[in-house]
């Protein structure tokens, strides 16, 4: 069974602060999705990552994929309110699994203005 | 470019009855997905869809669970005899590309009292 652990579970910080979440595994995945989640509402995909040490910038967030592409991370540069929200990380596996996405358990991030 | 749909969006049922949810995925997709989420967790991973043909089921989809995708379009859930521990948010999610870049609806609120 493959597993993907995020951290940290929650993170509150004051606007204009960086802030960075993680997620880890002992397998290998394909690919690994980010994405953010609102109350209510499906998660929205943010970025792919697909080779090893790959990163990627979206405005004030970069995203890493591990060079063994068993990790990642999310890196936020100088949160702001609208950046309030569930991140989650999620890895496919590919193979015989290859429809399936594994989710880590997600990081509830609030930004206070 | 509509997104994926769900309906309804909310269901409060009363347990042991019958529940049905449909989701329409984005519209040149092929690959459907259902997950469920429970409240502090991530999606959890449930049944797979590429184009009419169910290619994986986990083993959280209990035998009184059933998905169909008839025509390779929409694609139905049906829970029979609900149970409380059925109360989640449904998730259905639709790809096309080569990463299983996963695009999700909104969800079903599902309430069991």
């Known amino acids: 069974t493959q597993l993907l652990e995020q951290s940290p579970q929650f993170l509150s910080i004051q606007e204009g602060e960086n802030l960075t979440v993680y997620c880890n595994s002992s397998s290998v995945f394909s690919s690994l999705q980010w994405y953010r989640q609102e109350p209510g509402e499906g998660p929205v995909l943010l970025v792919t990552v697909v080779t090893g040490g790959e990163v990627k910038k979206l405005k004030r967030l970069t995203f890493q994929f591990g060079d063994a592409r068993k990790d990642s991370s999310l890196h936020i540069t100088a949160a702001q309110p609208g950046d309030t929200g569930l991140y989650l990380c999620?890895?496919?596996?590919?193979?015989?699994?290859?429809?399936?996405?594994?989710f880590g358990q997600g990081t509830i991030l609030t930004v206070h203005p | 470019d509509t997104g994926v749909s769900q309906d309804p969006r909310h269901k409060i049922t009363k347990r042991g009855q019958n529940v049905t949810f449909r989701c329409d995925p984005i519209s040149e997709h092929n690959r459907l997905y259902w997950y469920r989420q429970t409240l502090g967790q991530g999606p959890e991973f449930l049944t797979y869809f590429q184009n009419e043909a169910q290619l994986e089921k986990s083993r959280l989809l209990s035998d009184r669970f059933s998905a169909e995708r008839p025509k390779g379009s929409f694609s139905t859930l049906e829970i029979q005899r609900t149970e409380q521990g059925d109360s989640a948010m449904y998730l259905c999610?639709?790809?096309?590309?080569?990463?299983?870049?996963?695009?999700f609806g909104p969800g079903t609120r599902l309430t069991v009292l």
């Open positions: 999620a890895g496919n596996a590919g193979g015989t699994s290859y429809g399936k996405l594994t």
């Open positions: 999610a639709s790809s096309l590309g080569a990463y299983n870049e996963q695009f």
